[in-house]
């Protein structure tokens, strides 16, 4: 299952810029992997995978600076979404939610990835 952060509403600047993910990226996992994605079309600026407790999370991060697309074990994922949180501005509201969203929490300072997880075993 795909899982997602992005804001709640739709903004016109980046919250992280792709260079400054990556690089924020590889500061906390520095073996994560990254495939630059080629097409113009896509409104991803790059692919990346990180192997966690739980097993490999593939992901892209927006061309836009605003959203990542997570596929992976959702306790992994939690935590990268978590980590994000901490790079954007604590006045952003961000929200992690799945690809059919099904299920959705807001992502706080204080937010713990167990709390993720009940959200997600509804």
């Known amino acids: 299952?795909?899982?997602f952060v992005s804001p709640a509403e739709r903004i016109g600047a980046p919250l992280v810029t792709p260079a400054d993910?990556?690089?924020?990226?590889?500061a906390r996992w520095p073996f994560a992997r990254?495939?630059?994605?080629?097409?113009?079309?896509?409104p991803y600026a790059f692919d990346w995978q990180i192997d966690m407790a739980g097993g490999t999370v593939s992901g892209a991060y927006a061309k836009q600076g605003d959203t990542i697309v997570?596929?992976?074990d959702v306790f992994d994922c939690a935590q990268i979404a978590l980590w994000y949180r901490r790079l954007v501005p604590p006045?952003?509201?961000l929200i992690f939610y799945d690809e059919i969203f099904s299920a959705s929490i807001e992502?706080?300072?204080?937010?713990?990835a167990d709390e993720i997880m009940r959200a997600?075993?509804?």
């Open 1 to 3: 299952m795909n899982f």
């Open 21 to 26: 993910f990556q690089r924020e990226i590889l």
């Open 34 to 42: 990254f495939e630059l994605l080629a097409s113009m079309e896509s």
């Open 70 to 72: 997570m596929e992976g």
């Open 91 to 93: 006045q952003q509201l």
């Open 107 to 112: 992502l706080r300072a204080e937010t713990l």
């Open 120 to 122: 997600f075993s509804r």
